[in-house]
Nanobody, 123 residues
Framework: QVQLVESGGGLVQAGGSLRLSCAASGHMFNFYAVGWFRRAPGKEREFVASITWSGGSTYYARSVKGRFTISKDDAKNTVYLQMNSLKPEDTAVYSC????????????????WGQGTQVTVSS
């Protein structure tokens, strides 16, 4: 089982930046990708971005493409989400998860989830 711990959330003004981290530990070989997801109050959880673990291919939701960048540091087993040009609608709890697919499809299963980190963007 993989353990995931997120960090880096906080309060930022619109137009600002934050970098989230997702540190992974444990058995690192039984998943295909790591994804970032977010859930805003009263809304469903939504996919934000993902990165394949071996090849480093990246995928983004349309709402964040061009503003957010997902990356990973293999030496640290850590996935990052650099968030620029933040908007109030980006306010949510952000969580990372291991996945058996590169993007979320019907066949996707999730392995581990982190505890989440709050991102609040003020206008």
């Amino acid at each position: 089982q993989v353990q995931l711990v997120e960090s880096g959330g906080g309060l930022v003004q619109a137009g600002g930046s934050l970098r989230l981290s997702c540190a992974a530990s444990g058995h690192m070989f039984n998943f295909y990708a790591v994804g970032w997801f977010r859930r805003a109050p009263g809304k469903e959880r939504e996919f934000v971005a993902s990165i394949t673990w071996s090849g480093g291919s990246t995928y983004y939701a349309r709402s964040v493409k061009g503003r957010f960048t997902i990356s990973k540091d293999d030496a640290k087993n850590t996935v990052y989400l650099q968030m620029n040009s933040l908007k109030p609608e980006d306010t949510a709890v952000y969580s990372c998860a291991t996945m058996n697919t590169a993007v979320v499809i019907i066949e996707t299963t999730f392995g581990s989830w982190g505890q989440g980190t709050q991102v609040t963007v003020s206008s």
